[in-house]
């Protein structure tokens, strides 16, 4: 289990890699060679996956880099893009957890244009920049077990959905007009036709929790909003099941953890 952080050292920003064993008690620095080796431009780590059944076989996204490593996060080595490119620093991934040799990767670029790409076996299959209009950004993917081809992805401003894995694209929710960010999607392990989707707005420090729910794949949608909770800024989403439970997982801006148990699924 591994965690990543970015510190100060020397007026620079170093990005660092750390370790537990025991379950998140204690850590410490993991060496690494991620981001580079010019601190004037070293990329700090933003997200990461391992490939199942392969510990040592991992995938990291930078500023606008997606990098692999076979010892198990030692050494680092691009496959897309370069370090040190300028782009915002946040990129989120996805691999395809029953196609392994497929990633889906997405940001924002230097000119606030959201990109998505597609990658298989290490190598570019296709990319967008005008996917969704712009400015925008992704902010989640989420692949679907039961069907590998479908993929959901979050951006400022919309949800969209692809069945054929990226050769058309369907608007699920549309909230630009809002300056809505899908940080948040899940899928229930116990029926892929529900589909669970929460929004942070922008510059809204105070905003009600809201979750959206659809038991039709997207296709329709309803809204239950929580006003006990004030500040309901969703900037993840978990689903765990539990019996004929769907018990739902929300990081919140400034409002710590929310738990949201579905029940009768």
């Not at 998140?24 to 004037?40: A, I, K, L």
């Not at 997606?66 to 996805?94: C, F, H, Y």
């Not at 230097?110 to 990658?119: A, K, S, T």
């Given at each position: 289990m591994s965690s990543v952080v970015n510190l100060k050292e020397n007026e620079g920003l170093v990005s660092k890699l750390y370790k537990t064993n025991d379950?998140?008690?204690?850590?410490?620095?993991?060496?690494?060679?991620?981001?580079?080796?010019?601190?004037?431009?070293?990329?700090?780590?933003?997200?990461?996956?391992?490939?199942?059944?392969?510990?040592?076989?991992?995938?990291?996204?930078?500023?606008?880099?997606?990098?692999?490593?076979?010892?198990?996060?030692?050494?680092?080595?691009?496959?897309?893009?370069?370090?040190?490119?300028?782009?915002?620093?946040?990129?989120?991934?996805?691999?395809?957890?029953i196609l392994p040799n497929?990633?889906?990767?997405?940001?924002?670029?230097?000119?606030?244009?959201?990109?998505?790409?597609?990658?298989?076996?290490?190598?570019?299959?296709?990319?967008?920049n005008d996917l969704v209009p712009n400015p925008t950004v992704v902010k989640e993917i989420v692949i679907d077990r039961d069907n590998p081809q479908t993929i959901y992805v979050g951006w400022e401003g919309e949800l969209s959905k692809t069945t054929d894995n990226g050769k058309t694209w369907k608007t699920l929710i549309d909230r630009h007009a809002e300056s809505h960010f899908f940080f948040g999607i899940g899928i229930s392990p116990g029926n892929s036709n529900i589909i669970y989707a929460a929004k942070w707005k922008k510059a809204m420090e105070r905003q009600i929790l809201e979750i959206y729910h659809s038991k039709d794949k997207g296709l329709t949608w309803e809204t239950t909003a929580f006003p006990q909770i004030a500040r309901g800024g969703v900037w993840d989403l978990k689903v765990i099941r539990s019996g004929n439970q769907d018990r739902l997982y929300l990081g919140l801006d400034k409002g710590g953890i929310a738990e949201v148990i579905v029940d009768n699924l």
């Open positions: 379950t998140g008690n204690t850590w410490s620095v993991f060496e690494s060679n991620f981001g580079g080796s010019d601190p004037r431009f070293r990329d700090g780590l933003s997200d990461f996956e391992e490939v199942l059944g392969h510990p040592n076989h991992l995938y990291a996204t930078g500023q606008s880099v997606i990098a692999k490593s076979l010892d198990r996060g030692k050494t680092w080595q691009p496959i897309w893009g370069e370090w040190g490119m300028v782009a915002q620093p946040s990129m989120n991934m996805a691999l395809n957890p497929e990633l889906w990767v997405g940001g924002q670029g230097p000119i606030e244009n959201g990109y998505l790409v597609h990658l298989k076996n290490d190598r570019e299959e296709k990319s967008w």
